[in-house]
């Protein structure tokens, strides 16, 4: 899974932060930063839940091509 | 001409002071959001506009250069009035707009980033193990007046370098403002000049005794493409610390707390399921959103098929925004474990409540703390409860009782 933030969307509400704290972070600003790309298994659902929970809708998600 | 008594119509007349409407909102906010004008109009208080549906409020917050933020206050001030040495003086960056907004507002973002706020973690908790230490022992305390409002503007105070025995005094100059002083200019007004004149002189101070790790200090040095920032500026941004970093978190305090009260279940999920914290936090703010805040249209415009003519006041209900049914399943629940919530309690675009992740910090240590020492309360008397509204909503009086009492 490849994640990202829209630098032009953000404007740091941090809510995927608060969703996915091992997938998204703060820069100096509050803006949100991408920690893990690509996002390991164990963090997908998580990753989805702040594309889900960003006000802005600054991220993007794309899953890992079928096996 | 402006209606009195209640409204009969609120699609065409609402009347956001209303006694039954501060009290509960939320009915007629879906009245309004299910008719076929969901964006309602009033010529009461100044006349305005009042988009209700959460597409419709995030566009006009995404529209800043439509709905600029000249004037936020959801009461305009009376005409001719006179502010002397202080007409300049705004209150950054959230009445600024582009281009000026971008500078005035990413000097102070850093100040208010997660990892910045996060020192005030301990004194915050701190404060509210002492502010539960004064009436643990009576069984009995007033949440809203004993405690909510008892802790953003020590915090506040605190990060400015400002005296904290002065906390009374800073809440009612800002009640002043945003709570008396929109339906009562006069005291709107002396309540401003009390606050700029109280930062009139902290600047003074700084300039005459700089200090180190100090918040005023440090605007005060700031440089923008080697020019000092202006006076002006730097009390625009103490004026808005205090006016906007008090009122709305003790009200999202308050109203979390207001909820508790008459939850037990959901009292006893945060204590069994302790990771659910985060969204419950979020859900609280959703669901009980404070602040509305007002934009004033800068040129004749259609919007969602009404005419909007330059000068226009539209009143951004995040609180109505936030319990739109197209966009939240079951949006008058509060679910603690909610996963999926674009809330937009801190507006939405560039003026993206610049505190709001003191604000969750404060939020989060409150309810914690005040479940951790106070696991079971309930209201004494749930019609007792008085509530403020307008500009921003939250419970004024909200007696609990708890323990053996």
Same mark, same amino acid.
């Given at each position: 899974?490849? &994640?990202?933030? #829209? =630098?032009?969307?953000?404007?740091? !509400?941090?809510?995927?932060?608060? *969703?996915?704290?091992?997938?998204?972070?703060?820069?100096?600003?509050?803006?949100?930063? &991408?920690?893990? #790309? =690509?996002?390991?298994?164990?963090? !997908?659902?998580?990753?989805?839940? *702040?594309?889900?929970?960003?006000?802005?809708?600054?991220?993007?998600?794309?899953?890992?091509?079928?096996? | 001409?402006?209606?009195?008594?209640?409204?009969?119509?609120?699609?065409?007349?609402?009347?956001?002071?209303?006694?039954?409407?501060?009290?509960?909102?939320?009915?007629?906010?879906?009245?309004?959001?299910?008719?076929?004008?969901?964006?309602?109009?009033?010529?009461?208080?100044?006349?305005?506009?009042?988009?209700?549906?959460?597409?419709?409020?995030?566009?006009?917050?995404?529209?800043?250069?439509?709905?600029?933020?000249?004037?936020?206050?959801?009461?305009?001030?009376?005409?001719?009035?006179?502010?002397?040495?202080?007409?300049?003086?705004?209150?950054?960056?959230?009445?600024?707009?582009?281009?000026?907004?971008?500078?005035?507002?990413?000097?102070?973002?850093?100040?208010?980033?997660?990892?910045?706020?996060?020192?005030?973690?301990?004194?915050?908790?701190?404060?509210?193990?002492?502010?539960?230490?004064?009436?643990?022992?009576?069984?009995?305390?007033?949440?809203?007046?004993?405690?909510?409002?008892?802790?953003?503007?020590?915090?506040?105070?605190?990060?400015?370098?400002?005296?904290?025995?002065?906390?009374?005094?800073?809440?009612?100059?800002?009640?002043?403002?945003?709570?008396?002083?929109?339906?009562?200019?006069?005291?709107?007004?002396?309540?401003?000049?009390?606050?700029?004149?109280?930062?009139?002189?902290?600047?003074?101070?700084?300039?005459?005794?700089?200090?180190?790790?100090?918040?005023?200090?440090?605007?005060?040095?700031?440089?923008?493409?080697?020019?000092?920032?202006?006076?002006?500026?730097?009390?625009?941004?103490?004026?808005?610390?205090?006016?906007?970093?008090?009122?709305?978190?003790?009200?999202?305090?308050?109203?979390?707390?207001?909820?508790?009260?008459?939850?037990?279940?959901?009292?006893?999920?945060?204590?069994?399921?302790?990771?659910?914290?985060?969204?419950?936090?979020?859900?609280?703010?959703?669901?009980?959103?404070?602040?509305?805040?007002?934009?004033?249209?800068?040129?004749?415009?259609?919007?969602?098929?009404?005419?909007?003519?330059?000068?226009?006041?539209?009143?951004?209900?995040?609180?109505?925004?936030?319990?739109?049914?197209?966009?939240?399943?079951?949006?008058?629940?509060?679910?603690?474990?909610?996963?999926?919530?674009?809330?937009?309690?801190?507006?939405?675009?560039?003026?993206?409540?610049?505190?709001?992740?003191?604000?969750?910090?404060?939020?989060?240590?409150?309810?914690?703390?005040?479940?951790?020492?106070?696991?079971?309360?309930?209201?004494?008397?749930?019609?007792?409860?008085?509530?403020?509204?307008?500009?921003?909503?939250?419970?004024?009086?909200?007696?609990?009782?708890?323990?053996?009492?």
């Amino acid at each position: 899974m490849r &994640v990202t933030v #829209d =630098p032009g969307k953000c404007h740091g !509400h941090q809510m995927c932060a608060i *969703a996915a704290p091992a997938v998204f972070g703060s820069d100096d600003y509050g803006n949100a930063v &991408v920690l893990t #790309d =690509p996002v390991p298994d164990e963090q !997908h659902a998580a990753a989805r839940r *702040a594309e889900a929970n960003c006000p802005e809708r600054a991220i993007t998600i794309e899953e890992d091509a079928q096996a | 001409m402006t209606a009195t008594g209640s409204p009969t119509d609120w699609v065409t007349d609402y009347d956001i002071f209303d006694p039954d409407f501060v009290r509960d909102p939320y009915p007629t906010m879906s009245a309004i959001r299910e008719s076929n004008c969901p964006v309602a109009h009033s010529d009461r208080w100044g006349g305005s506009w009042m988009p209700t549906r959460y597409d419709d409020v995030v566009a006009a917050a995404q529209e800043y250069d439509i709905f600029t933020s000249r004037n936020i206050i959801v009461v305009p001030p009376p005409t001719g009035q006179v502010e002397g040495p202080y007409a300049g003086v705004a209150a950054p960056p959230i009445t600024s707009d582009p281009p000026e907004h971008h500078w005035h507002r990413r000097t102070i973002l850093p100040t208010f980033a997660p990892q910045a706020v996060a020192k005030y973690e301990d004194g915050t908790r701190a404060l509210c193990n002492r502010l539960i230490d004064n009436f643990i022992d009576t069984g009995q305390a007033d949440a809203a007046a004993d405690y909510a409002q008892q802790i953003p503007v020590r915090v506040i105070a605190a990060m400015l370098g400002v005296p904290l025995e002065m906390a009374d005094e800073f809440t009612s100059w800002v009640r002043g403002v945003l709570e008396i002083g929109l339906t009562d200019p006069k005291v709107r007004l002396e309540s401003r000049m009390k606050i700029l004149g109280f930062f009139r002189g902290q600047l003074d101070d700084r300039k005459a005794n700089p200090r180190e790790d100090d918040l005023i200090t440090e605007l005060l040095n700031t440089q923008i493409d080697g020019q000092r920032v202006s006076e002006d500026y730097v009390m625009g941004v103490c004026n808005l610390m205090l006016v906007a970093g008090i009122d709305t978190t003790w009200s999202a305090i308050g109203s979390s707390l207001w909820h508790l009260a008459q939850h037990p279940e959901h009292r006893r999920q945060l204590r069994e399921q302790p990771e659910i914290w985060p969204t419950a936090l979020e859900e609280l703010l959703r669901a009980y959103s404070p602040v509305t805040m007002a934009r004033i249209v800068d040129r004749d415009t259609e919007f969602q098929g009404c005419p909007m003519h330059a000068g226009d006041r539209v009143l951004m209900s995040f609180p109505a925004a936030n319990r739109d049914p197209r966009q939240f399943e079951k949006p008058d629940e509060v679910i603690l474990d909610r996963e999926k919530n674009r809330h937009v309690a801190f507006g939405s675009g560039i003026h993206r409540c610049a505190g709001s992740n003191l604000a969750r910090l404060e939020l989060r240590i409150a309810l914690q703390t005040w479940l951790e020492r106070i696991p079971d309360f309930d209201l004494v008397d749930p019609t007792a409860v008085t509530w403020a509204g307008g500009q921003v909503r939250g419970p004024r009086r909200c007696v609990v009782r708890f323990g053996n009492a």
